[in-house]
């Protein structure tokens, strides 16, 4: 819609009819009227334009014109402007990093997406990307770990740069090995300084730290000290055929997942742990993490606005244009005569 910032500012277009009206007549002036040369090829006696306004006063087509001029200013100075729809604001909700294993064991192939067995990390990263495009309001970081622990994308409300950095990463990129302490370690450190109300960590592995310097339960103490809040989650499959040259063997893919510790860490800094154990199931442990770390809501709204006073007063200053190019050629006409 348009609206006028200083709407009182209109019973200024009056003004000038007030003075025609109300200030004595001066002196008559010979050929007061505005000649209009344009119309005598249409209508000979047509040499002046005027209006009666009262008793002994006349009102030209010149005034007319200057009028207008007047009263495009004056709604220039009411500031006119364009006010949008409301729009959402999302409120700012939490800190949140994600922290995702790396390691060999991270290639294992035992989880089934759609009809196609695919490895643990390709499944992570299609369900997680659905995560991080929900999570409106929250700045994201991503942290990769093996070996070492590296920060891949600080924090950040840009979700389509943590998506695609997550998309982005293969197994061993940081090593072979599974460093969990130092991953809560780098993790602390990288919310220390944020202001946010809330600081989550999801950390995803399918083993146990055999590498680093930190130990896990020993980072999550300090991830507690910090208000850093922890869920882990433990994935991989139970049971596994493996096919080979004497035949078919089930296997546990997953005996080298440490899910005491990642209790213990989550439990020490009040989190939770889950366990995944298809892409269902890692499906529904990220839905739970969406209750538990609601999502920000958009309560906050704003309307755009655009300023259009410049439009009237553009129109103002071509008529005004206008009006003196009139006067002038009526003025040397004049003089021509």
Not at 86 to 106: F, Q
Not at 191 to 210: E, H, Q, Y
Not at 308 to 325: C, E, K, M, R
Request: glycine share 10%; with cysteine.
């Amino acid at each position: 819609m348009v609206e006028l910032i200083w709407p009182w500012m209109l019973v200024f277009i009056v003004f000038p009819w007030v003075l025609i009206r109300f200030l004595p007549e001066g002196k008559p002036v010979q050929e007061a009227a505005l000649r209009m040369p344009a119309l005598e090829r249409f209508c000979p006696d047509a040499v002046t334009v005027e209006v009666v306004a009262a008793p002994g006063k006349r009102i030209t087509a010149r005034f007319i014109m200057a009028w207008l001029i007047w009263s495009l200013v004056v709604v220039a100075g009411a500031r006119p402007q364009w006010t949008g729809k409301p729009m959402a604001l999302p409120l700012v909700g939490r800190d949140l990093m994600m922290a995702v294993d790396l390691s060999g064991s991270m290639s294992t192939q035992d989880f089934l997406l759609g009809d196609q067995m695919v490895d643990r990390l390709t499944a992570t990263q299609y369900v997680a990307s659905e995560f991080i495009e929900r999570r409106v309001g929250d700045r994201l970081g991503l942290i990769l770990f093996g070996r070492q622990a590296y920060l891949q994308t600080p924090l950040t409300f840009d979700r389509q740069t943590v998506r695609t950095f997550l998309g982005e990463a293969v197994v061993g990129l940081a090593g072979k090995e599974t460093a969990i302490g130092d991953a809560i370690g780098l993790a602390v450190k990288k919310v220390r300084d944020g202001s946010a109300p809330s600081r989550v960590l999801i950390l995803l592995t399918d083993g146990a730290n055999t590498a680093g310097e930190l130990e896990p339960l020993k980072a999550a103490e300090l991830a507690a000290n910090e208000g850093l809040r922890i869920h882990t989650i433990g994935v991989g499959a139970d049971e596994m055929i493996i096919r080979s040259f004497f035949g078919n063997r089930k296997v546990n893919p997953s005996s080298d997942l440490d899910e005491k510790a990642l209790t213990g860490i989550a439990e020490k800094t009040g989190g939770h742990y889950f366990r995944a154990r298809d892409v269902k199931a890692l499906e529904g442990v990220y839905e739970q993490l969406d209750k538990l770390e609601p999502i920000a809501r958009e309560d906050r709204h704003y309307r755009p606005i655009r300023t259009l006073f410049h439009w009237p007063l553009g129109a103002a200053f071509v008529l005004a244009v206008l009006l003196g190019l009139v006067v002038g050629i009526g003025n040397h006409r004049k003089g021509q005569a």
